[in-house]
């Protein structure tokens, strides 16, 4: 119930506003990255202390994101890219025989260097596309559905962040 309602949730911000508050979403992404993907690569379940130490997680990147700004989103990035390098296939209805840290590792780093090449368009395709992929994380849809729904998410979120970006065009420090 906790992981239903947390990743709608934190999709629905990342999705619509993950620049706008950049602070909100990096944490939410450690969040996210913290309480999905640990038991994936280890024994640990899903319970409520894995829920606080994830919410710990959150709160003190997101405190950080807030104090220092781009070094942190780049960190983020690498968090977003590595979580999107494992569960995308995984919502597109691959299973998860395939999963290994390098996995992890490439998308991350493949994320970190775009974001600090191409830093704005970077966190806005990062941060729609991890909410698209929470927001489905809640939903029950077939291989192709899931597919389709993903893409239109994702450009929706693109769409609405870049709509927000030019009206509000606000600086991330750092």
Do not use: H
Request: charged content about 5%; aromatic content about 12%; glycine content about 10%.
């Amino acid at each position: 119930m906790y992981a239903s309602f947390i990743s709608l949730a934190i999709g629905f911000i990342a999705l619509v506003t993950g620049r706008q508050v950049y602070w909100l979403c990096s944490g939410g992404v450690t969040l996210v990255t913290i309480f999905i993907l640990s038991p994936l690569v280890s024994d640990l379940q899903q319970t409520n202390e894995l829920l606080v130490t994830a919410a710990l997680g959150g709160i003190c990147v997101g405190l950080f994101t807030a104090l220092f700004g781009r070094p942190m989103m780049i960190a983020a990035a690498f968090l977003a890219g590595g979580y999107l390098a494992v569960m995308l296939p995984v919502q597109l209805g691959l299973g998860l025989a395939w999963l290994n840290w390098v996995v992890y590792l490439m998308g991350g780093l493949f994320a970190m260097v775009n974001a600090l090449i191409w830093f704005d368009t970077v966190i806005i395709i990062l941060s729609a596309l991890v909410g698209s992929s929470l927001i489905l994380n809640t939903l029950d849809l077939g291989d192709f559905d899931r597919l389709i729904a993903f893409s239109g998410i994702s450009i929706f979120g693109i769409a609405v962040q870049t709509i927000l970006m030019r009206y509000y065009p606000e600086e991330i420090a750092g």
